[in-house]
């Protein structure tokens, strides 16, 4: 098989990026001007549900790199220790050599190898890694994982994953506002209905930002998976060695031990599923519609193509 050109990956999976975000920003207006509706609001509901969005954006793009790493009791590196220091200087060689402003650097002490790109823009950027990736891999793997999270962090990955996110948290919001209603049974008339009328059109709105909350949180997925794609072929345009980044894939996916400590919330900023769910090495329907990563052994085919070797 012909090597796949990463450049037409790329812009496959940034429109198809697109075109996901744009559908969740119209669930959201169309929840509030549901609602609106129902609730005869003029708006109110609407205004209300892009707000929630604008603050939850607001902190995020401001604080949510530090709230991450925090969450990840992630540490700055020891100069002192030879292979902490291999990956600053594995780094700020890879910021040379692609232009990008040096990020500031992490390590997290656990032995699973792994590793994340956080921040709103190239200027205001970290990537961390594992010391279990350290000891792991040899320099050129190395730079494979450190030029996937510097595309994440030249392609916006995280300003897009954190608009995403805050777009299916404002739908589980409402969702949880209409949960509340329904319990305490609305005691406000909407459009003249009363009694069994209100739990109706409560339950009718439920029902509806419920599966909203669904469908937004299976987008999110895509984008999140889109995103892997994407950042292994920049770590190729940055590397221009497909096979380093697919020798470091293989060894991360043969580590069965998770990485401990980490949440659903950060789980989709590693280069690797961190939980090890079996849902995510299966390439099935069903599978990659919940995992947050593609299949390691695809993305391994794939950058194996890429160098002009068959799968």
Known sequence: MSALDFVKISSRNKRRT??????????????GRFLDYAYNGGGFYTFIALTIALVQSLVSYYAGDKIVLSLVRARQPNLSDYEERQFVNVVQELCIASGLPEPKCYVMDDPSPNAFATGRDPQHSSVCVTTGLLK???REELEGVIGHELSHVKNRDILTMTMVAVLVGAIVIIADFLRFSLYF?????RRGREGGGEILILLILFVIVIVASIVGKLMSLAISRAREYMADAGSVAITRNPLALASALEKIGNYSRPVQGVSDAVSHLFISDPKKRAISEKDSLWSNLWSTHPPIKKRIAILKQMAGISA
């Open 18 to 31: 697109f075109f996901l975000v744009f559908i969740l920003i119209l669930l959201l207006f169309g929840i």
């Open 136 to 138: 792991l891999m040899n």
């Open 185 to 189: 049974g609305g005691s406000r008339r």
